[in-house]
């Protein structure tokens, strides 16, 4: 069958949605000119009720900065329908000297002053409350034991009150500073223990008083204002708002068959229902699943099952009415009613070029290596060797014309084959050209290095040079991990059917947020390594969600351990925290 819409009016593109507050993927997206091939901006919100404001206005700010940014970006000389990709190259990461800066082992880092900030900062209503232990505070549940050069952390139970994990804080002392080329590292073990109660199935946390939720406001700053006097040298357009998933992250495997629980998933709906009409979103949807778990730990759906036991008797003391099989949570019940209500929607002004029927991916090649958090790419050759990595830039054509132009590189870190950074091109309607490249960034300091492919349509450079395969005298092999000098720690795959602990590493600053840089850790019992630059670092649910949302822009006052055992009781060991740089050999 014809699935083509009648007319061009009814196709859309909406962007992928941000999984987290907009930090570092979501200034790649917008380096790319990603706003301009959007027609609406799409987030998710899995955080505090609090902080649901706070993360619109960051979704504001953010968009609001990308739009800046690409009308001072953009060539004057570029036409409309140029197209761009940006990103970065690192150096080798083999040899360095690894020069250590901040060692958060070293006794009496943080003075008393320190200690009574972290205890005294405000926090969500569902945040546990910390306790002082030695120079850490940690949440009820969370012992810490100072062992030689590290850490011992055991946890035994959860911490009183609705939360989403056991969570310990180092405070760091007034003016730490490390600098955002930094590199945080450390070594991370999981301590085998007797399985004697396995966490999910631990009484979960019952709320003191579920009411609390009902006082919720959010006390962050006013509604973002854009900037105005900028050179719109395009048109203005309007982004609708769509918020296409969000949920409730401290419903756990029991809690969820009790009304409690349940009463304190309906006021975090009934209070982020009530934030979306007063910012006017206009798509917001919840998450409505099945029931299901996330590692055991977490339910976000609004679906009930019957439970079982004595939960089965608690599920069903206030039920609302069932969806098909399943009963309906009275979350779910509130949204319905919530959801007949209407709304004028609040869109966001933005200029940006128009969608270009040209756009530029770059693949790796031999000796390159993708770094996800890193934001670009890394050599994984030796430190010294002349040999470059090997990539290739995709042109594609997506118009029904043809179109004649100038690729154009920028950066020092890639050249084309011959070394040079120009070449011109004519691209058949439809056509994938490929464009081998050699990456070479300088490697006296281990810094990002960024480089940009302009695709200019109407300039041709000289003709002669269009290579349509990648084809180098060179090889590398060989790779290495972002790590010191010290013997090579793999990361080992635990056992199949065994429990999967899971743990978190974040910084906190001083305005109450929360930065994390990389995916979650699965610690085992053999020793692994974690590394990540500072300059990494983004806005991590579970913390507060206030401006400035960028890591450098604030600063840090805790690391912070988060913590979800599979069983109680879970030993952690963390040893060799540095704060350290790299320089060449």
């Known amino acids: 069958s014809d699935l083509r819409p009648p007319t061009s009016e009814m196709s859309r593109v909406l962007m992928a949605p941000l999984g987290l507050p907009p930090g570092s993927y979501f200034e790649a997206f917008a ?142 002392p007034q003016g730490w500073t490390s600098g955002l080329d930094s590199v945080l590292f450390f070594q991370y073990r999981i301590v085998s223990q007797p399985q004697v109660r396995v966490a999910s199935d631990v009484a979960s946390p019952s709320a003191e008083s579920a009411k609390q939720g009902s006082a919720i406001k959010y006390r962050g700053p006013p509604a973002f204002t854009r900037a105005s006097g900028a050179a719109e040298r395009w048109p203005t357009r309007e982004l609708p708002i769509f918020l296409t998933e969000y949920g409730y992250g401290s419903t756990g495997k029991l809690s969820r068959h009790t009304a409690e629980g349940r009463e304190r998933q309906r006021v975090f709906f009934q209070s982020v229902a009530r934030q979306v009409r007063e910012l006017r979103i206009e798509g917001a949807m919840a998450f409505l699943l099945v029931p299901y778990l996330e590692f055991d730990l977490m339910e976000f759906g609004l679906l009930m099952d019957e439970g079982s036991g004595a939960n089965r008797v608690a599920a069903g003391e206030r039920e609302a009415g069932r969806w098909g099989p399943y009963r309906m949570s009275p979350a779910l019940g509130a949204l319905l009613t919530a959801g007949k209500e209407s709304l004028t929607a609040r869109r966001w002004p933005i200029h940006t070029p128009p969608p ?31 040999v470059p990595g090997e990539a290739e830039l995709v042109i594609y054509n ?44 300088q490697a006296n300091r281990f810094v990002a290095h960024p480089v940009t492919a302009w695709f200019k349509p109407g300039k041709v450079a000289p003709a002669g040079r269009s290579p349509d395969a990648l084809v180098s005298p060179h090889s590398v ?109």
């Open 31 to 172: 380096r790319n000119d990603g706003l301009r091939y959007t027609d609406g901006f799409n987030y998710h919100f899995y955080g505090y009720a609090e902080d649901f404001t706070g993360m619109y206005h960051q979704c504001s700010e953010a968009v609001a900065a990308a739009e800046r940014e690409t009308l001072r970006a953009w060539p004057a000389e570029a036409a409309e329908t140029a197209a761009v990709l940006r990103t970065q190259f690192y150096p080798s990461t083999v040899d360095w000297r690894w020069t250590v800066t901040a060692d958060f082992n070293h006794p009496g880092s943080a003075t008393e002053k320190e200690i009574s900030g972290a205890l005294a900062r405000t926090r969500a209503s569902e945040e546990p409350v910390l306790k002082r232990t030695g120079r850490w505070v940690a949440s009820a549940g969370v012992s810490v034991e100072e062992i030689p050069g590290g850490w011992r952390f055991k946890v035994e139970s959860w911490p009183p009150g609705p939360l989403r994990a056991p969570v310990a804080e180092l405070p760091l």
């Open 356 to 386: 270009s029927p040209i756009v530029i991916d770059l693949v790796a090649g031999k000796g390159v290596g993708m770094a996800k958090s890193y934001g670009g790419y890394i050599l994984v050759g030796d430190h010294g060797q002349s």
């Open 398 to 441: 997506f118009g029904t014309e043809p179109i004649s132009g100038s690729l154009e590189l920028e950066g020092d870190a890639w050249t084309l084959l011959d070394g040079d950074r120009t070449l011109g091109l004519k691209l058949t309607a439809g056509e994938r050209r490929r464009i081998p490249v050699h990456v070479r960034p």
């Open 477 to 585: 092999s060989g790779s290495s991990p972002l790590a010191p000098a010290t013997p090579t720690l793999t990361s080992p795959v635990p056992p199949v059917g065994a429990p999967l602990h899971i743990f978190e590493p974040y910084f906190r600053t001083e305005n109450g947020n929360l930065y994390v840089g990389g995916a979650r850790l699965i610690p085992v019992e053999a020793w692994q390594v974690y590394h990540q630059r500072l300059e990494n670092f983004s806005p991590a649910f579970f913390g507060r969600l206030h401006l400035p949302s960028r890591f450098s822009e604030n600063r840090p006052v805790s690391l912070v351990f988060h913590f979800h055992p599979a069983a109680f009781p879970a030993v952690f060991e963390v040893m060799h925290a540095q704060m350290a740089k790299f320089s060449a050999p």
